[in-house]
């Protein structure tokens, strides 16, 4: 069984940045298919970013050109970059790999 474990979030301006990171200390991220996704208050879970298992990366169209999702050169961490933050990127934060899920990284944007 995979663990996941999220952070890097936080309280951050409109406007800013944030990093996540997911560390997986026994896996590697690498030739397998990951995913972050987030959950809004009140909506369902919906997929932000994704790296598939060729190397192809995707965004969702709210995110695209301002989340980047990349993984370090050792393949046990997977990051989101997230630029230009809106108000409503605010959501809890979820790495997803081998059907296993992280616990969630609170994002919060606001002035």
């Known amino acids: 069984q995979v663990q996941l474990v999220e952070s890097g979030g936080g309280l951050v301006q409109p406007g800013g940045s944030l990093r996540l990171s997911c560390a997986a200390p026994?896996?590697?991220?690498?030739?397998?298919?990951v995913r972050w996704y987030r959950q809004l208050p009140g909506k369902e879970r919906g997929w932000v970013a994704r790296?598939?298992?060729?190397?192809?990366?995707d965004y969702a169209p709210l995110v695209k050109d301002r989340f980047a999702i990349s993984t370090d050169e050792g393949g046990s961490t997977l990051y989101l970059q997230m630029n230009k933050l809106r108000p409503e990127d605010s959501a809890v934060y979820y790495c997803?790999?081998?059907?296993?899920w992280g616990q969630g990284t609170q994002v919060t944007i606001a002035s």
């Open positions: 997803y790999a081998c059907e296993q």
């Open positions: 026994e896996f590697t991220f690498a030739n397998n298919g």
């Open positions: 790296i598939s298992r060729n190397g192809r990366v």
